[in-house]
């Protein structure tokens, strides 16, 4: 019995004096399993907790649109290849389009035609596909894609299409989700022929001596949501502060995906306002 009693003192000791969780200090990632602290990788998210959750199978959707599939040489000695709007004229304008973690899908395709339309026709638009043919409605397989997805072949496809565009190109950038933050990761590695970026709820590059490089500011258009949460988005604005560049953002009161009009969990006002944003950003850059 004394043993017993002496184990349940133990026990409560343990208990009292076991670290609690601080509110000043709710991290995020505190149950994703990494094996570092977060990191500009948005594949770092796919094993956590209710991540997928955030991205429900897309709905089918109807396109017929006006571009064409096209094939560009990469300098590892293969091909890449995007979904192509050209300019209705000669025009040294161009909009890079990324993809969600889904791959080129129709919905990605669509949407590039909007832009394409709605800056009146007067600027090349190339969705490119990041994945290399693979696209999936599966957030399982999505994820898997992200995952397996090699950094050094995302850039070969973004130099690639950066010298499908000339080097006389100004080039801005747009995407979603995983697409969000390759739009600032091609601003980047397009350097003086980057002109614009507008990221959709994607992962910011966490480096101050990179972002320093960046030869145009960036619009931020974010969800509510856990995983690139608010403080994720402070620090980024932080840093470009730190690097003397100018951000614009806001977070949106709505889930991460809400600008997808398959996704099921679309939110249309607020789409309706980002996109609104993001259309007079590039309408600015272009001239337009």
């Known amino acids: 019995m004394y043993k017993s009693f ?111 339309e709605d800056l009146d026709g007067k600027v090349n638009v190339i969705a490119l596909d990041m994945y290399d043919g693979k696209v999936t409605s599966n957030p399982q397989e999505a994820g898997q894609y992200m995952q397996s997805a090699r950094e050094e072949r995302l850039e070969l496809i973004v130099q690639g299409a950066r010298n499908l565009a000339g080097t006389k190109a100004k080039i801005a950038n747009v995407g979603w989700c995983f697409g969000g933050a390759w739009s600032l990761k091609s601003a980047l590695l397009n350097g003086e022929q980057n002109i614009g970026s507008v990221m959709y709820y994607g992962m910011p590059v966490r480096d101050v001596e990179k972002l320093k490089t960046l030869n145009s500011d960036v619009l931020g258009l974010f969800a509510t949501e856990q995983y690139i949460s608010q403080e994720i988005i402070e620090e980024f604005a932080a840093n470009m502060d730190k690097a003397g560049k100018k951000l614009t953002y806001k977070i949106f009161p709505a889930v991460h995906g809400f600008a997808n009009p398959s996704n099921p969990k679309y939110d249309p006002e607020a789409t309706k306002e980002a996109y609104a944003l993001a259309l007079g950003y590039l309408k600015g850059k272009f001239g337009v």
């Not at 009292?16 to 149950?31: T, V």
């Not at 991540?51 to 571009?67: E, V």
């Open 6 to 116: 002496l184990s349940l003192i133990l026990l409560l000791g343990a208990w009292l004096f076991q670290p609690k969780p601080s509110p000043e200090n709710n991290n995020p990632f505190e149950h994703i399993t990494v094996c570092h602290s977060y990191s500009d990788d948005m594949a770092q998210f796919v094993n956590a907790p209710g991540f997928a959750s955030f991205h429900p199978s897309p709905i089918q959707i109807d396109f017929d649109g006006q571009g064409e599939m096209i094939n560009f040489p990469t300098a590892d000695g293969n091909t890449a290849q995007g979904y192509l709007i050209k300019a209705n004229g000669n025009s040294d304008q161009w909009l890079f389009v990324y993809q969600e973690w889904w791959g080129l899908n129709d919905q990605i395709k669509q949407q590039a035609e909007k832009f394409h």
